[in-house]
């Protein structure tokens, strides 16, 4: 079983930031958070990804609280392109279901 | 473009018949992982291959079967097919387990 929690569904206006939670409650203190995104029947596409600190790169904005139970994932400007379903992921390496295993995500609608 | 390539793009084929999907990993990705998306399943871990060794195994089908080769290209036959196979199959890879996985555009099969 996915070992994260997320919103089934959110919208977000175009342009304004999409915040998107997960929350982690049992992650260990060596296991990351990694989040992918699909967008309709193309191939997951990788995010970004955290231990502990803050992270940023091009795409967006990880925001993981300090007793790493939650996550963030901040869009800081939405476009119509970042609708997709959204995936936060605790990998699972050495287990039989595979280092990834996608739960339902949040599908992320993005409204002109 | 994730550097993941699969081929065929789109396979229709009978039931009873077999077929093969193909994948090339990233440039010096060691790691390949299979998996299946279903219109009324989530993205199912099939197998993970590294190096040419099967590294784990998810909810594969015994009439399923991969291979990686010594180029590190993989290959999964699905075979004695049935509607129910009908699906998006994904191939991915990685460096090594425990880095960031990509994924290809995935090879839509169709059972008729």
């Known amino acids: 079983d996915a070992k994260t929690t997320q919103p089934t569904s959110m919208d977000c206006a175009e342009g304004r930031a999409a915040n998107l939670p997960c929350n982690h409650s049992?992650?260990?203190?060596?296991?990351?958070v990694y989040w992918y995104r699909q967008i309709h029947s193309q191939g997951p596409q990788y995010i970004i990804h955290?231990?502990?600190n803050n992270e940023t790169n091009e795409m967006a904005s990880l925001i993981i609280t300090e007793d790493r139970k939650s996550s963030t994932l901040i869009l800081p400007h939405a476009t119509l392109r970042d609708t997709a379903v959204y995936y936060c992921?605790?990998?699972?390496?050495?287990?039989?279901?595979?280092?990834?295993?996608f739960g339902k995500g949040t599908k992320l609608s993005v409204k002109p | 473009d994730s550097g993941v390539t699969q081929t065929p793009k789109h396979l229709i084929t009978a039931t009873g018949q077999r077929v093969t999907l193909r994948c090339s990993p990233r440039?010096?990705?060691?790691?390949v992982y299979w998996y299946q998306q279903s219109l009324d399943q989530g993205l199912q871990f099939l197998i993970q291959?590294?190096?040419?060794?099967?590294?784990a195994k998810g909810n594969i089908l015994e009439r399923f079967s991969a291979q990686q080769f010594p180029d590190l290209h993989s290959e999964l036959n699905l075979s004695s097919l049935e509607l129910g196979d009908s699906a998006l199959y994904f191939c991915?890879?990685?460096?090594?387990?425990?880095?960031?996985?990509?994924f290809g555009e995935g090879s839509w099969l169709t059972v008729v």
């Open positions: 991915a890879s990685s460096p090594r387990t425990g880095n960031t996985i990509y």
């Open positions: 049992t992650i260990s203190g060596n296991e990351y």
């Open positions: 955290g231990l502990k």
């Open positions: 992921i605790v990998p699972n390496y050495g287990g039989s279901q595979g280092n990834l295993i």
């Open positions: 440039s010096g990705d060691l790691s």
């Open positions: 291959y590294y190096n040419g060794e099967e590294r």
